[in-house]
């Protein structure tokens, strides 16, 4: 993905189900700048952790065009694309704060990188690796990213260093 340098804004677009990598295609070929924000989530395949990149906004893209010059109707009738996201007749822009923290966190391998403000104490849930889905307390945060946590495991507390990356807050129902 190559972000426009014009003062072109961005705009959202609703997807068909499972048809994110479609859209993205034709639409770039259309000319639009399209961008789909990733984060990586670990299942369970096979008895296996698998590691994969998903829509951070499933079922969504973001696009940048102006829409005086480019010919954005031709959007909704784009393959994978259900319709652009309108006030009335006129497309809605995306609030541009919005679409500037979306795009500085986009790390090298074009993911989202969660900002990570941990507090000991604090809980967090694993979003990756073997102790997916596990919740944890927050002992420490080091230097290097890493999170030591406390995790229960056969009914007592080991610590953990976990990637900073790979947590995020606990729910109030976790």
Not at 20 to 32: K, P, V, W
Not at 125 to 141: L, N, R, Y
Not at 156 to 170: D, G, W, Y
Request: proline fraction near 9%; glycine fraction near 8%.
């Amino acid at each position: 993905m190559v972000i426009g340098s014009s003062p072109a804004r961005w705009y959202v677009a609703q997807l068909k189900p499972n048809s994110h990598r479609i859209a993205l295609g034709h639409l770039e070929r259309q000319g639009f700048v399209a961008f789909v924000p990733m984060h990586a989530t670990t299942e369970r395949l096979r008895g296996a952790f698998c590691t994969r990149s998903k829509p951070l906004f499933p079922g969504y893209v973001f696009l940048q065009f102006d829409p005086a010059t480019a010919g954005w109707s031709k959007i909704n009738a784009t393959r994978g694309v259900t319709r652009l996201i309108c006030s009335g007749a006129v497309p809605r822009p995306v609030p541009e704060g919005v679409m500037q923290a979306l795009l500085a966190r986009e790390d090298a391998a074009g993911r989202h990188a969660p900002e990570a403000v941990f507090e000991p104490g604090d809980p967090v849930a694993v979003t990756q690796g073997p102790f997916a889905d596990f919740v944890a307390t927050v002992e420490k945060m080091s230097a290097d990213e890493r999170v030591w946590v406390l995790l229960e495991l056969m009914g007592r507390e080991t610590r953990v260093a976990v990637p900073a990356a790979q947590l995020r807050p606990a729910g109030s129902g976790s």
